[in-house]
């Protein structure tokens, strides 16, 4: 990234006053006897001494529970403990509110509108801990559910996570063997699940698919069903140990919630890697850690606070699930959106947004990407003046789409884009609203996380691409992986490659601007001729030709060496012809570099995916060498790896 290259956004200096991270400046220069300045000072001292800065969260943000007086011990990794001493609820610090405004507002495409106040959560929170107590739920119990982004399934997730039991969830359009794939691991007590879905205008019942997933799950003592579509009481009748909503909650009036208190690290969450390459981990997060790390990234580095309203497009079966939730332990409003992000209109989300004053609008690189293809230019065509925060995540967001977020959506809100991952619920780089915004970089690596990019050989990488890695403990690390015996399984995920080191498996590299370019999974590097390239740096030229909706790149080992190959999503009424090719690898060549242009590019009707919208090079990788796919179910559409398979064009 150039050195001298101009930023799209600067932040003003009245506002940037104004920040969270500014505010905790202050304070932690009192607390801790430091001087820091800014953002670059206060990280340095975040882990320096990183039991004084976590400590320093707790307080700013007041942590309701009791911190203890130990702060770190035993610290590496894996094995570092943190406020040993501590107990806590985290559904008690979600629930606190010194306010009754709107805690979420929910649009199922334009099927379903809805608003809960907040003692309505409360309420509903209150009755939902009386039931899973009389269904003999205690903690460390496994419930999961099968659920759209709705109000009842945060108030299911705060339920349990009162009690102390362990909540777990995936979306409703996973598949029975996906579903099974991840709680049949975990051997869930409880199934909490809707009557079903809308998407893209349809409306689909669970009711067959449950019947399934129920049958194959012995260790449920009860099925609860949610209403959406109409038809829960059909459902219940037909789901073995179903009851509905209505009538399990029947014999409960709301009363006062009961949080018990448990140690900092008892599990709140398993979440499940996206099982591309196998069963999925079963990655399991405890409450202290997630708490923390959302609000800190919440306040500091999103500047969310009390009265903010926070958008974030996603689903159960995504960790930002679980990041978005938090926010209301910052005294914000969760504005939930559940269905296609292009239904009923392409403009549906900017609709939403417009109308519910969205300060803080979250959404994936690809939805970005796919905005910018439509030439939607919704700052002309709706009020946003509201926004104060675009946060992207989920793969690398390109220079040129944040270039086109400036343009076409506002050009006053700060673009932050982000990325961790499920294997800490949380983030390893991301934004900082009192510092430019530069096309392309993530800006800063978080706070309190000693975040570095390394060569094969463990040196620090200055500049150049190399390995991701966080090189001292923090409180997101993972408890573990769920009947993971010893914690094999978790060691050769994380620390095999460098011990005592995470090595996150993402290719990156540190900017001029002291920010940071994500070039991909590192198993996805591609290395033709001995020579590592991200895919991503691919995407990012590729995909600012008009004609191409989509690509995917992998490498295929091909007469003793690795050549590339392309895969374009051509817009309809385009075709893969010499000149197009021509535009192609040229646009790689001269904005990427000779080495990136592929030997070959071939036009599929479609391009394989997880349930989060991320494309999986792993996949094709498989199916190109005439590999069996381990896990189909983990795909939102496994159909269109058949497109893949067998290639003439790959044979020459």
């Known amino acids: 990234m150039d050195e001298f290259s101009s930023p799209l956004w600067s932040p003003q200096e009245l506002s940037q006053k104004n920040t969270g991270i500014q505010r905790f400046i202050s304070y932690y220069n009192k607390v801790s006897g430091r001087e820091c300045v800014d953002f670059k000072t206060l990280h340095q001292a975040s882990i320096e001494d990183r039991g004084l800065f976590w400590s320093s969260i707790w307080d700013f943000c007041g942590v309701i529970g009791d911190k203890g007086a130990r702060?770190?011990?035993?610290?590496?990794?894996?094995?570092?403990?943190?406020?040993?001493?501590?107990?806590?609820?985290?559904?008690?610090?979600?629930?606190?509110?010194?306010?009754?405004?709107?805690?979420?507002?929910?649009?199922?495409?334009?099927?379903?509108?809805?608003?809960?106040?907040?003692?309505?959560?409360?309420?509903?929170?209150?009755?939902?801990?009386?039931?899973?107590?009389?269904?003999?739920?205690?903690?460390?119990?496994?419930?999961?559910?099968?659920?759209?982004?709705?109000?009842?399934?945060?108030?299911?997730?705060?339920?349990?996570?009162?009690?102390?039991?362990?909540?777990?969830?995936?979306?409703?359009?996973?598949?029975?063997?996906?579903?099974?794939?991840?709680?049949?691991?975990?051997?869930?007590?409880?199934?909490?699940?809707?009557?079903?879905?809308?998407?893209?205008?349809?409306?689909?019942?669970?009711?067959?698919?449950?019947?399934?997933?129920?049958?194959?799950l012995p260790s449920l003592v009860g099925v609860l069903i949610i209403p959406l579509?109409?038809?829960?009481?059909?459902?219940?009748?037909?789901?073995?140990?179903?009851?509905?909503?209505?009538?399990?909650?029947?014999?409960?009036?709301?009363?006062?919630?009961?949080?018990?208190?448990?140690?900092?690290?008892?599990?709140?969450?398993?979440?499940?890697?996206?099982?591309?390459?196998?069963?999925?981990?079963?990655?399991?997060?405890?409450?202290?850690?997630?708490?923390?790390?959302?609000?800190?990234?919440?306040?500091?580095?999103?500047?969310?606070?009390?009265?903010?309203?926070?958008?974030?497009?996603?689903?159960?079966?995504?960790?930002?699930?679980?990041?978005?939730?938090?926010?209301?332990?910052?005294?914000?409003?969760?504005?939930?959106?559940?269905?296609?992000?292009?239904?009923p209109t392409k403009d549906v989300l900017f609709d939403f947004a417009e109308s519910e004053r969205v300060s803080f609008f979250g959404t994936s690189a690809k939805y970005l990407d796919a905005c910018k293809k439509e030439n939607l230019t919704p700052k002309h065509s709706h009020d946003l003046h509201s926004l104060k925060t675009i946060?992207?995540?989920?793969?690398?967001?390109?220079?040129?789409?944040?270039?086109?977020?400036?343009?076409?959506?506002?050009?006053?809100?700060?673009?932050?884009?982000?990325?961790?991952?499920?294997?800490?619920?949380?983030?390893?780089?991301?934004?900082?609203?009192?510092?430019?915004?530069?096309?392309?970089?993530?800006?800063?690596?978080?706070?309190?996380?000693?975040?570095?990019?390394?060569?094969?050989?463990?040196?620090?990488?200055?500049?150049?691409?190399?390995?991701?890695?966080?090189?001292?403990?923090?409180?997101?690390?993972?408890?573990?992986?769920?009947?993971?015996?010893?914690?094999?399984?978790?060691?050769?995920?994380?620390f095999d490659r460098f011990p005592g080191v995470w090595c996150h498996g993402d290719f990156a590299e540190w900017t001029q601007h002291g920010g940071m370019i994500i070039h991909g999974r590192s198993d996805a590097t591609l290395n033709p001729g001995g020579v590592r390239i991200g895919t991503a740096e691919i995407y990012a030229q590729v995909e600012q030709i008009p004609e191409v909706l989509e690509s995917i790149a992998i490498g295929q080992n091909f007469q003793n060496d690795v050549r590339i190959v392309l895969f374009v999503r051509l817009r309809k009424g385009s075709a893969l012809d010499a000149p197009l090719e021509q535009s192609i690898r040229t646009k790689i060549r001269t904005g990427a570099s000779p080495r990136h242009v592929p030997a070959k590019i071939i036009a599929v009707s479609d391009i394989p995916r997880t349930k989060s919208g991320k494309i999986t090079e792993l996949a094709v990788r498989d199916i190109v060498h005439g590999n069996d796919v381990k896990n189909k179910e983990a795909l939102a559409n496994p159909e269109a790896l058949d497109l893949f398979r067998n290639l003439p064009e790959l044979q020459i």
Request: glycine fraction near 10%; proline fraction near 5%.
């Open 71 to 216: 702060l770190l011990i035993d610290d590496q990794m894996p094995g570092a403990s943190f406020f040993p001493d501590a107990e806590l609820n985290f559904a008690e610090n979600l629930l606190r509110t010194s306010h009754n405004n709107d805690a979420i507002v929910f649009r199922s495409e334009d099927k379903v509108e809805r608003r809960m106040s907040r003692s309505e959560l409360t309420d509903l929170v209150s009755r939902g801990q009386q039931w899973l107590k009389r269904m003999g739920i205690k903690e460390g119990d496994r419930v999961a559910a099968i659920l759209p982004n709705m109000p009842e399934s945060i108030a299911m997730m705060l339920a349990t996570a009162s009690i102390g039991a362990i909540w777990s969830s995936c979306s409703p359009d996973f598949g029975p063997r996906g579903v099974l794939d991840r709680f049949g691991q975990i051997a869930p007590k409880i199934l909490i699940a809707s009557d079903g879905y809308y998407y893209n205008g349809k409306t689909l019942n669970l009711s067959d698919k449950l019947k399934e997933v129920v049958a194959q």
């Open 229 to 343: 579509i109409g038809g829960s009481e059909e459902t219940a009748r037909a789901v073995p140990k179903s009851v509905t909503l209505a009538t399990a909650f029947s014999d409960f009036s709301p009363k006062n919630v009961t949080y018990k208190r448990l140690p900092f690290n008892h599990p709140l969450f398993i979440l499940f890697s996206s099982g591309t390459t196998g069963v999925p981990k079963c990655i399991v997060h405890g409450a202290g850690g997630t708490l923390l790390q959302h609000l800190k990234e919440h306040q500091l580095h999103s500047n969310i606070g009390e009265g903010d309203r926070v958008f974030y497009f996603t689903t159960l079966g995504w960790m930002m699930w679980n990041w978005l939730v938090s926010a209301l332990a910052s005294g914000a409003t969760l504005i939930l959106f559940d269905g296609s992000p292009f239904s």
């Open 391 to 494: 946060a992207s995540t989920g793969s690398p967001l390109a220079a040129e789409t944040f270039e086109w977020v400036y343009q076409a959506i506002s050009d006053t809100a700060h673009l932050a884009s982000i990325s961790g991952g499920t294997d800490i619920v949380s983030c390893f780089v991301l934004g900082d609203p009192t510092s430019p915004v530069y096309a392309g970089e993530i800006q800063r690596p978080g706070l309190g996380m000693a975040v570095d990019v390394w060569d094969d050989e463990g040196h620090s990488l200055p500049s150049g691409k190399g390995e991701l890695v966080c090189t001292k403990a923090f409180p997101s690390m993972p408890i573990g992986f769920w009947d993971d015996a010893g914690g094999l399984k978790y060691r050769a995920a994380y």
